[in-house]
């Protein structure tokens, strides 16, 4: 597919924007940052934000020189105040590639409507099968099969075409016809779970923090930042280790 550049028109953007929050009390800081980040995450959670569990996760392409970074969003399925946050994949998509060949990565929570946004820098570790397939049997049937049919970041040269074909024989080949809805009259009848095995391919990570920094917008852009680092080498769980906090400027 080829589009072609619109240069005659720019794009303006919206007025300038005041941020009117509390800002962050210095005195409310839990000693671990993931303690923190679990009362902001269910304060959003209780406040209506849409999908706060989606997250901007950054990995970099070290096959290129220089290396190059890339982003995404993914969603967060947990967190573990003695691990770190999960999220699931396919290992062969091309944050599974850049990943496996360095493991550093980033990720950025932003929910709008409470001013509010949570950094993340951390080694991303793949989580054991068992944990995986386990997620894997709670997502619906139709997202499995996806998971299946799908090879993630490839280039499709059939087109959807051809990806939809791959997802009816997927559909095929567990025995539940219609199960991704793909047409409006698709739908599976079936009365029991398919017990899917989990693909090879596809499962968890474990991104395990090393910085997090926490941002509430303020007026005039006066904003209140606090980052959380230990250090790289330790080898102690996130809640366990010490963990140094400062203040940054806006």
């Not at 009362?39 to 706060?52: E, I, K, M, N, Y």
């Not at 386990?134 to 299946?148: L, T």
């Not at 074909?165 to 409006?184: H, I, M, N, S």
């Not at 997090?212 to 005039?220: K, T, Y």
């Amino acid at each position: 597919v080829n589009a072609a550049a619109d240069s005659s028109s720019s794009v303006k953007i919206t007025a300038h924007q005041q941020y009117h929050t509390e800002g962050i009390d210095a005195d409310d800081l839990s000693p671990s940052p993931l303690a923190l980040f679990q009362r902001w995450f269910t304060h959003a959670q209780q406040q209506g934000v849409s999908q706060p569990e989606a997250m901007l996760l950054s990995t970099v392409d070290t096959s290129v020189n220089p290396p190059r970074p890339s982003s995404r969003v993914v969603l967060l399925k947990s967190i573990l105040p003695d691990k770190g946050l999960t999220f699931f994949s396919n290992y062969d998509s091309r944050k599974g590639r850049e990943i496996a060949a360095d493991p550093w990565v980033s990720c950025v929570f932003f929910w709008d409507g409470l001013h509010r946004s949570v950094r993340f820098l951390g080694k991303a570790t793949r989580v054991p099968k068992e944990e995986s397939q386990e997620y894997f049997d709670s997502r619906p049937v139709g997202s499995r099969i996806g998971a299946w049919a799908s090879p993630q970041s490839s280039v499709i040269a059939g087109g959807r075409e051809e990806l939809e074909q791959k997802v009816r024989q997927t559909e095929q080949k567990f025995g539940v016809p219609g199960a991704a809805g793909l047409t409006e009259s698709d739908k599976w009848e079936g009365s029991e779970d398919p017990k899917i095995p989990v693909p090879e391919y596809w499962g968890g990570y474990r991104i395990d923090p090393y910085e997090v920094e926490f941002w509430s917008g303020r007026p005039n852009r006066l904003h209140d930042r606090f980052r959380y680092t230990r250090s790289a080498d330790s080898n102690k769980s996130p809640a366990e280790d010490q963990w140094k906090i400062d203040r940054l400027a806006p």
